[in-house]
């Protein structure tokens, strides 16, 4: 069965950075273009970063342009998200998600940007 696991998040000041990796497995990781989101308290979840399957393409959120940055290794299963210059707004739950035959989501992990 499709897993994938975030991890990484945790509290950072403004303008600080972290760097959340997603474990996959369960579906050729490879074939694959994976997802970014996030949920804040209130809001709707939205994507924030997606890579395609061999790493080529790359697209974000206009609230994280040039400060997000998203890879993958397909060789560990692995998608990153650098998050850089962070900002009390960028505050959520980040997760994990791919879509093979359905949709599938990671557990989560929360971010906070708060001094």
């Known amino acids: 069965q499709v897993q994938l696991v975030e991890s990484g998040g945790g509290l950072v000041q403004p303008g600080g950075s972290l760097r959340l990796s997603c474990a996959a497995s369960?579906?050729?990781?490879?074939?694959?273009?994976m997802n970014w989101y996030r949920q804040a308290p209130g809001k709707e979840r939205e994507l924030v970063a997606a890579?395609?399957?061999?790493?080529?393409?790359?697209d974000y959120a206009d609230s994280v342009k040039g400060r997000f940055t998203i890879s993958r290794d397909n060789a560990k299963n692995t998608v990153y998200l650098q998050m850089n210059s962070l900002k009390p707004e960028d505050t959520a739950v980040y997760y994990c998600?791919?879509?093979?035959?359905?949709?599938?989501w990671g557990q989560g992990t929360q971010v906070t940007v708060s001094s």
């Open positions: 998600s791919v879509r093979t035959f359905s949709r599938y």
């Open positions: 890579v395609t399957s061999a790493g080529g393409s790359t």
């Open positions: 369960g579906f050729l990781f490879s074939s694959y273009t």
